[in-house]
């Protein structure tokens, strides 16, 4: 495999189409996030009893780690949570368990594929989402022996380099896990799921799913028209210095917008 070369901390951060998003009063928002992260722990913002639901796994196992890995790739545009219970029906039925198996999917036909991924609907988008799982197998396959820990090995637990890996030196390798959504959801959910221990955690973005851009604006950090991009960009600013890491604050962001903003801050 290729060397990993040397990348800045702003690897994954686009310029804004905005000069500045921060009014004057930075202080008093991180305030408000402080106060949302204090809520959230004490129980006070209302979250889902499960989210990401999954088979009892060793932590630090290759299935587990397959889990994890191949159900994020196609995790866009649809409701993450009944995305989970799909992968994990999946996973439980005999008929279908071998896709989360890149040494198996290799010798199936693509509509078999497509079927079994159909089966207990994890695929919904019927040619995309099978074709993703296709190419992210093949991927894993091909070159990391069908371990996505060899990905991570490859990175050196270095979460700055294993997005350099995803976005730019490997990228033709994991559609839409190198955008800029997934890339970062990936080691968010080993890092909660998985004995992972990642050097750089704090170079995981925030999310930019709905919710978060919700909350976002909602703090009054953007308008309405805000894209994905900047949002990440809004958080990496916001946070600096502040010993609160992007990571900390997505789950407590995408709760609040779920149960409309309750409570208020």
């Not at 129980?43 to 889990?67: F, W």
């Not at 959504?181 to 909660?192: D, H, V």
Request: charged content about 25%.
């Amino acid at each position: 495999m290729d060397t990993i070369p040397s990348v800045s901390n702003e690897l994954n951060i686009v310029k804004s189409r905005k000069a500045n998003y921060f009014m004057d009063n930075k202080k008093e928002v991180l305030e408000k996030v402080k106060t949302l992260l204090q809520l959230f722990r004490n129980g006070e913002i209302k979250t889902l009893a499960v989210h990401e639901v999954h088979p009892d796994l060793s932590m630090g196992s290759r299935d587990n780690y397959l889990y994890f890995t191949l159900p994020v790739c196609i995790n866009f545009q649809r409701s993450s949570p009944t995305m989970w219970k799909s992968a994990l029906a999946t996973y439980e039925d005999s008929q279908t368990n071998y896709l989360f198996y890149p040494e198996k999917t290799i010798g199936v036909s693509r509509e078999q594929i497509q079927k079994d991924l159909m089966k207990h609907k994890l695929a919904l988008q019927l040619n995309k989402h099978t074709d993703i799982w296709r190419t992210i197998s093949k991927t894993l396959h091909d070159l990391f022996h069908d371990d996505p820990r060899e990905i991570i090995a490859l990175a050196e637990n270095d979460v700055v380099k294993l997005l350099y890996i995803l976005q730019i030196s490997h990228k033709k390798y994991f559609p839409f896990l190198s955008g800029p959504k997934l890339s970062n959801y990936w080691p968010f959910i080993l890092s909660e799921y998985s004995d992972i221990q990642l050097i750089n955690p704090y170079e995981i973005s925030i999310i930019p799913d709905t919710h978060v851009i919700k909350s976002t604006i909602q703090l009054g950090l953007a308008e309405k028209d805000v894209t994905s991009l900047e949002v990440v960009k809004i958080w990496k600013e916001l946070l600096q210095g502040s010993g609160i890491s992007p990571v900390e604050v997505h789950p407590v962001l995408w709760n609040w917008s779920r149960d409309n903003f309750n409570p208020s801050v």
